[in-house]
């Protein structure tokens, strides 16, 4: 599946980077190519300073090569090769009425030294990560994340947020880094399912991707907003600092493949506070918003 999957976030990266730009109306993607030393690279394309997008990552990556000794300790295999590829993205806006919003779908193959396929699978999904609570919106993500997982198993939406839910919570600050979306990996070929039914699944989310997020922001980005709002904006991407560094696999997978640093931590917003044991006001909208991360919702009932 590696040939197709590849050609298949080359052409979606093109999608999603000219339909940002359209929206965003002021600043455009800079590319970045890049090699990988010990085998393949990837293409990094980056926005930022724009009228919607603070900074935002849409980044494609194919890197193959010897499996590093951790990753083999992680698997528990010895000697082998493998191949991964996925897109990756993180979008920050301005307006704090818009969420941060996170998506990645991705392919990887295992091999032996003789170059026989071990393993391989699919993984990914999309999240989102509001300062500011509107259930609509909330509600229209969630929709078109089950929307798009009914076409092919009405059991995938539930398991799928279920996993978002529980991956995305920062442990150390019992608390969820927003209000979820879909979580899946290792979705490998079972008796059930084809690989090409792995391949249409995965694709068919990215595709639904635009349809998710893009009506959001149409809506809020112009959303009059305060200092104090922006201020409460960029405390909370501090914990979304903190779940990338601390918990993410995908960071920390990365940086035990010999990734590329830049792009590892593109998804790092460009300007977070920490305060000192912060607290919002009670009955606000901020601890509106702490209350729902600190006991995750189903959104569509």
């Known amino acids: 599946m590696k040939d197709p999957f590849y050609s298949y976030i080359q052409t979606l990266q093109d999608t999603i980077c000219t339909a940002l730009e359209a929206i965003d109306g002021k600043a455009t993607f800079k590319e970045d190519l890049w090699e990988r030393p010990e085998g393949g690279g990837g293409r990094t394309r980056v926005i930022e300073n724009g009228a919607v997008f603070e900074k935002g990552g849409v980044n494609i990556s194919a890197v193959h090569g010897a499996l590093p000794k951790a990753m083999q300790d992680y698997f528990k295999v010895t000697e082998s090769n493998f191949f991964a590829c996925g897109l990756s993205l993180v979008l920050h806006p301005n307006n704090p009425f818009i969420p941060t919003v996170h998506a990645n779908w991705r392919y990887f193959e295992m091999y032996d030294l003789e170059g026989n396929i071990i393993k391989s699978w699919f993984g990914g999904g999309q999240d989102l990560t509001p300062y500011y609570l509107f259930e609509e919106d909330a509600i229209h993500f969630h929709s078109v994340c089950k929307n798009a997982c009914d076409i092919h198993d009405p059991e995938f939406y539930p398991t799928h947020k279920k996993r978002c839910d529980e991956y995305f919570w920062n442990a150390h600050r019992n608390e969820a880094r927003g209000i979820g979306g879909l979580f899946f990996d290792h979705l490998q070929e079972t008796d059930d399912y084809t690989m090409q039914d792995r391949y249409n699944f995965v694709t068919e989310i990215g595709n639904s991707f635009l349809n998710s997020y893009v009506p959001i922001v149409q809506k809020r980005k112009d959303t009059e907003y305060t200092k104090q709002q922006k201020d409460w904006q960029e405390i ?63 959104w569509l009932k």
């Open 236 to 298: 909370r991407r501090g914990r979304y600092v903190e779940f990338n560094l601390i918990h993410d696999k995908g960071t920390l997978f990365g940086l035990k493949t010999n990734g590329r640093i830049e792009s590892i931590l593109m998804s790092l917003p460009p300007k977070v506070q920490w305060h000192y044991n912060h607290e919002p006001e009670k009955n606000s909208e901020e601890e509106k918003l702490l209350n729902v991360l600190k006991n995750p919702k189903n």
